[in-house]
């Protein structure tokens, strides 16, 4: 089992909900890319997060929401109380809860549903020290339905940068391209490869002002002037 195991698998609602703090999460990523566990965790919670968020109507939320969820959870949920046996359930079928994990499994699912419910199908949060933001994105789940993306944008000085995780390997000849969207109008950005596991970063140095949404295409190397059909792969509103 990975190092580091047992803490990081008490983090994976906290990033599905982009509760972590940037360094955590990049921390947290890295875990996940080696460990089997945190992954069928992450991917169960991510199927339960996404219908709850279907199911949830819109309304305001209060700014001391999330903190006060997450706090909850914390308080309710002590870490000698739990015991972890590893598993390896399919990805496509919800699998059975196990027992020692319901009840926090179940808190972070009620944490999700509330927020979802006032971000709809997209989550925003910001860190503690409430200088970055993130986004999480819309991955086409017909083409990559085990990918992710998340745009990280910090409030003050510094580049975005936008993550995505599971994405599909490409064939030797073809890279993903990153475009701004305003309208009608898309503007190359850069473009970027994933891993084996489908994890890869891409830097945003031009800034997100008067920009609509971020999108990703799957296109031929070294990149084009405009999206190729069938459309871009992720979407992120800013």
Request: charge should be negative.
């Amino acid at each position: 089992m990975p190092r580091g195991h047992e803490e990081h698998q008490d983090n994976v609602g906290a990033y599905l909900l982009g509760a972590l703090p940037e360094l955590e999460a990049t921390a947290f990523e890295k875990h996940v890319m080696g460990c089997a566990d945190c992954r069928d965790e992450l991917e169960r919670l991510r199927v339960s997060a996404d219908a709850l968020a279907r199911a949830v109507p819109q309304v305001v939320a209060p700014g001391s929401l999330k903190a006060s969820l997450m706090d909850a959870v914390r308080a309710e949920a002590p870490v000698t109380a739990v015991r972890r046996f590893p598993i390896r359930l399919p990805r496509i079928d919800l699998p059975r809860i196990r027992p020692a994990m319901a009840w926090v499994s179940a808190a972070f699912l009620l944490a999700v549903g509330v927020l979802a419910g006032y971000a709809g199908s997209v989550l925003t949060s910001e860190d503690d020290a409430g200088n970055v933001r993130t986004v999480a994105g819309q991955v086409d789940a017909a083409r990559s339905p085990n990918g992710t993306a998340t745009l990280v944008i910090p409030e003050g000085e510094g580049d975005a940068t936008l993550r995505v995780n599971g994405m599909p390997k490409l064939a030797k000849g073809y890279l993903y391209e990153v475009w701004y969207s305003n309208g009608s109008r898309n503007t190359p950005v850069g473009t970027f490869t994933v891993d084996a596991d489908g994890t890869g970063v891409a830097a945003l140095p031009e800034g997100l002002e008067g920009v609509e949404q971020v999108m990703v295409t799957r296109e031929r190397a070294p990149g084009v002037k405009a999206p190729s059909p069938p459309g871009p792969l992720v979407t992120v509103k800013t």
